[in-house]
Structures are given as C-alpha cells and as structure tokens.
C-alpha cells in the first residue's frame, strides 16, 4: 500500500511588498497582518503543482515584526470576460488605495498527501518528494511565485536551520478570524470561503487541518 502523506517541508519566502487582502474589504485593499493559509498554498503550488497531490500547510513562521506600506495604484473595475477583445482597460480604471505588506520573511511548514482517485500506477510519496526538493533547490517553477498578489513577488528558497521569529516570547496574539481556503464541494456544491480562528503564537500561525476548519465552518455549504 503507498504512503498517503509526505514528510513535512520548510519553505522560506521573503519580498519588499506582500498583501494577503481581507475578503470583507470591497473597494480598498488591506492585508492581514501575516500571510494566509490559501497564500502559502499557492506558493508551494508554484514550485510543485501535480493533480496527484494535494499541500497542507501546517504553520506559518513570521520572521521579521510586521510593517505596514500604504499607497495608492490604479485597478480595473471589472472581471476578465472569456471571448471579449473589445475590452479598454484605459476607459475602466480606477485609482485604490493598498495597505501592504512590508520587506515579509515566512518560513511555511507543509507536507503533501496523495489524492487517490487521481494517482496513477506509477505515483508515489517519494517521487513527488524528491520532486519537489530538486525544483525548490533548483529556483523551478511552473509560475514566479507571489506573496498574495502577482505584482508582489517572492524570492523562495529552502529553510535548513531552525527559524526564529520575529515575536518569539511574546505569547499568544488573537489575529481574529482569517481565510483557511475555498471549499468547492463537488457537483452542484456551492464553492464558499472557509474562516478560522486565528492566533499569532510566539510569532507562529498554527494552521488547523482542513477537516476541522470544515466543521467549525458547517460540513455543508
């Protein structure tokens, strides 16, 4: 029988800009204090991103204190529309303010499980593990990875010593409620954000596995 779970992996990601926006936000954007469980997922995803596996994030370590950046930048109004040519950026702008994110250091503790319903004959744990150490030793990746949003790049690397954060000492600091994940259920499922409780602990985001985020949030959408 395969394994079903990798063993866990410390990735470190820094940049001068990040913003993991609050969803209740409309018109402003504005971060939360550290980077989001769903943030780090797509970061390690940019490195390895395979049908066969899927990525948990287990703690997020913030190493430097957190500073804020505001300015303002121009955004359009509205989505992308699939087969529209015709669009105008020029004629659909508008000027936002950003409060951001500043000169960032994370170290993302993960593991990856199979997904057995998409795992061929050949897959294995130790595949996609030695897989994905030889990409992130080797700066690999299917897209520049980003810190929240795509303008906000990341220098990735590994973590072979133990970090220290920034707030090590300090205790336990409410963050309030922040965004786990979307959950897309499957067939007719509405796809709906997941929240969670969240706490700064010594400088380190414990993240709660996807079952208990699923039940604190109603296993039903």
Same mark, same amino acid.
């Given at each position: 029988? +395969?394994?079903?779970?990798?063993?866990?992996?410390?990735?470190?990601?820094e940049g001068p800009l990040a913003c &993991?926006?609050?969803p209740e936000m409309k018109a402003e954007r504005v971060s939360y204090e550290v980077m989001t469980p769903s943030a780090a997922? *797509?970061?390690?995803?940019?490195?390895?991103? +395979?049908?066969a596996i899927r990525w948990h994030v287990h703690e997020i370590t913030v190493l430097t204190p957190v500073k804020w950046m505001?300015?303002?930048?121009?955004?359009?109004?509205?989505?992308? /529309?699939?087969?529209? &040519?015709?669009?105008?950026?020029?004629?659909?702008r508008a000027q936002?303010?950003?409060?951001?994110?500043?000169? $960032?250091?994370? $170290?993302?503790t993960a593991s990856f499980s199979l997904v057995a319903a998409r795992a061929g004959a050949e897959d294995n744990i130790r595949k996609f593990e030695e897989m994905f150490e030889r990409r992130l030793e080797k700066g690999q990746y299917f897209h520049a990875p980003y810190l929240g949003c795509r303008e906000f790049s990341a220098q990735v690397r590994p973590m072979d010593v133990s970090p220290r954060a920034a707030e090590e000492g300090r205790?336990?600091?409410?963050? *309030?409620?922040?965004?786990?994940? &979307?959950?897309?259920? *499957?067939?007719?499922?509405? %796809?709906r954000p997941l929240f969670f409780e969240?706490?700064?602990?010594?400088? %380190?985001l414990q /993240?709660?596995?996807?079952?208990? $985020?699923l039940a604190h949030n109603g296993d039903q959408p």
């Open positions: 029988m +395969k394994t079903a779970t990798s063993r866990r992996f410390q990735v470190r990601a &993991f926006t609050r997922r *797509g970061l390690l995803e940019a490195i390895l991103w +395979k049908p505001s300015f303002r930048r121009n955004e359009v109004n509205s989505r992308a /529309v699939v087969g529209r &040519f015709d669009y105008a950026a020029d004629e659909d936002r303010n950003t409060v951001a994110l500043r000169d $960032v250091d994370y $170290v993302i205790g336990r600091r409410p963050l *309030g409620l922040m965004f786990y994940d &979307f959950d897309f259920g *499957g067939g007719d499922a509405a %796809v969240a706490y700064l602990e010594d400088g %380190v /993240v709660p596995p996807w079952e208990q $985020v």
